[in-house]
């Protein structure tokens, strides 16, 4: 059989179709028109394409951004005066051998008396009379400030206020005229993947610019119990602490202050305080040197999900009241031990660390709403806020399993411990590496209370045990020193 006779056919056939297809287009004048269209429809398509590449590759200008903010921003150098032993004898006697190598290279003996250590920081102008905004640690026991302006004059400065808590300080210097401000902005606005540029004195390099995006917001990285970070991951370096974070509207959003390394350099984690919270404090440290905050009375911990697991919450949220002050508010507002606190004065609160910095924002005789969680079921207090005292609202959280031996507590252990009264059963060994040991339980630690039962004696505790589901968790109060905490412990 002729296999190629059929194809022959086809190809003859869509030959003829196209021939006639050009030959129509071409007689009616279409085969012009088409050819002219579909010429600027590729240009079209091309222009567009270039259009999208050019917006996709634009930046921000952080060359006008840096020319704005950047004769705001100051360098700022301390002196401070270490005190040591005068005439201290040398460590290894007579004939010390680090006291021969010095002669040796130095030129004279190891320096024993007060010694000068230098600072170096950053910090930038808030109003035109020559207030500056900086960092606690920068200016925190400088015996002499020296601030640099960017065009290289410089100038004494004087402490107007500090806060240790937020690292929070104010400087003033007199420069005899008006200078450049830079504006803090609302940080709150600020979105996490949002563009920011850094302005500071890297190891002594003045007014470096680095740029990068918030990386997140709310961080808590222990360094204080009034933590709200803003992570960037712009570069932030030793000596960048006090400068501003800056968004693309030329608004100071947050102040650099700490960066997460193990080599001592950037990594691209970097930390600044959110100016929000920043102005809330300026007029207490303008007026009084100092930062007066609102106080509740209690200390709280975080609860976790065994905890929350123990208190028949859904999620772990809110802060767990460990300990209520006596005679303080929150006990004058009706606050037992054991209580959720999950919103204030309209605010929720998600986590722990959430509640000191609000019932620090609040003003000291002013009256907040609490609704708290009891055995389950909602409740609104009101409470008149206090003034807080040099004291710390926060204890850590903890959480555990068993593995402890206790016994009940006699009068010389209450004694011993500090008790009121001989009550409740006293910790006496942790098996090390148990879940108890683990967990944190300590030695002396007495329990109160068990899934919220009040545990007098061997029989209470026994009894708590007995009704234990399994797999489900154990929620004790332990008295520990002064305080109590609150431990979820799991079978």
Known sequence: MDMGTPMRKTIKLYSAFA????????????LADWYNSAIRSAHAGVAESGAKTVAAAALPDFASLAKKLGPAVVNISTTQV??????????????DPLGQFWERFFGGPIPRGPQRQAGLGS?????????????????????KIVVKLSDGRGFDAKVLGKDQ??????????????????TLGDSDRLEVGEWVMAI??????????????VSA??????????????QTDASINPGNSGGPLINLRGEVVGINTAIFSQSGGNIGIGFAIPTNLVKELLPNLKDNGKVVRGYLGVTIQ?????????????????????????AGPAERAGIKTGDVIVEFNGKEIKDSGELPLQAARTAPGKQAQLRILRN?????????????????????????GLGLAVQPVTASIAAKLGLERAEGLVITSIKPGSPADEAGLQRGDVIAEINRQPVRDRSDYDRAMEKTEKGKSLLFLVRRGEGSLFLALKP
């Open 82 to 95: 270490r005190r040591t032993a005068e005439q201290a004898p040398a460590p290894f006697g007579e004939g």
């Open 123 to 143: 910090g930038f102008v808030i109003d035109r009379d020559g207030t500056i905004l900086t960092n606690y640690h920068v200016v925190d026991g400088a015996q």
């Open 19 to 30: 021939v006639g297809l050009f030959c129509a287009l071409a007689g009616a004048g279409g």
């Open 302 to 326: 975080k609860i976790t999900p065994e905890i929350a697991e123990s208190l028949g919450m859904k999620q772990p949220s809110g802060a767990l009241v460990a300990d209520v002050a006596k």
């Open 200 to 213: 500071g004195n890297p190891f002594g390099l003045d007014h470096t610019v680095t740029s990068g995006i």
């Open 217 to 230: 917001k709310g961080r808590h990285i222990g360094a204080g119990p009034y933590e709200d970070f803003i």
């Open 165 to 182: 808590k937020t690292d929070i300080a104010i400087i003033k210097i007199s420069a005899g005229h008006d200078l450049p401000v830079a």
């Open 376 to 400: 389950g079921k909602e409740l609104t207090l009101p409470l008149t806020v206090g003034e807080l005292k040099e004291r710390e609202v926060v204890a850590a959280a903890q959480s555990g």
